[in-house]
């Protein structure tokens, strides 16, 4: 399958994304991880990344880009691939369509993840991380809080809220989304790839994905 995954911070993309990657062994890319990787391997695109990430800037488009067509032409993304959380603006999905032209790359669909703000809200005010880089273990205190409390299961490290899950900062991030990221659900619908998958399930939403894909 060949899909790009939208939705606001807390909506599941991530999840539903791996367990996508599950059915058919398509490759979930977020451009985070591409970020992490270039840096981390040390190539040119990774060490023009760095000095605007060292300098808390965003990283230019065109970066962004260059890392994006170097990651879907690499073997893995040949049984499929999952875009999750990218593009994020209307300039991102008109350069990324053209780049998946150029590699003759054909989307099947565009899935909008639709999940109450409310449910958001709790989901990211109740999410606790473990501190340690190098784990980043997620939890949650309602639904999977840590065996000892603010100690994590897999490294012992603290388990801490971060920053930008307080409720005051969810609200801003689910701003900007509204701001930024929403009108590519316009954007992808005059293209004719938009289906809306709406729930709290992540489980519900991923079988209506597949129900739409004929898998």
């Known amino acids: 399958m060949k899909l790009i995954l939208l939705g606001a911070p807390g909506a599941g ?5 791996k367990m996508l990657t599950a059915i058919d062994g398509s490759v979930q890319i977020s451009t985070g991880d591409i970020l992490r990787g270039e840096v981390q391997a040390g190539s040119e695109l ?10 808390g800037d965003l990283v230019p488009d065109a ?5 994006m067509e170097k990651r879907l032409q690499q073997p893995d993304c040949e049984k499929g691939i999952l875009l999750d959380g990218f593009p994020r603006t209307i300039p991102q999905a008109e350069e990324l369509k053209q780049l998946l032209a150029r590699l003759g790359i054909a989307l099947d ?10 449910v958001i809200l709790d989901r990211l005010c109740t999410r606790r991380t473990c501190a340690n880089s190098a784990c980043q273990a997620i939890y949650n205190v309602k639904s999977n809080p840590p065996k000892q409390e603010g100690v994590c299961d897999k490294c012992g490290a ?20 509204n ?4 009108p590519l659900i316009g954007f ?6 938009l289906k809306a998958v709406s729930g ?3 489980e519900t939403m991923v079988a209506a994905i597949q129900a739409e894909l004929g898998l």
């Open 200 to 202: 709290v399930s992540s």
């Open 158 to 177: 603290a388990v801490i809220q971060r920053a930008d899950e307080t409720e005051e900062a969810i609200s801003h991030r689910l701003q900007t989304y």
């Open 63 to 67: 970066l962004i880009m260059g890392m």
């Open 188 to 193: 992808y619908e005059k293209e004719g790839l």
């Open 46 to 55: 990774g060490r023009q990344a760095e000095a605007y990430m060292k300098r």
């Open 13 to 17: 993309k991530g999840t539903i994304a």
């Open 109 to 118: 669909m565009v899935v909008s993840i639709e999940v109450p703000r409310d």
């Open 179 to 182: 701001d930024k990221t929403a």
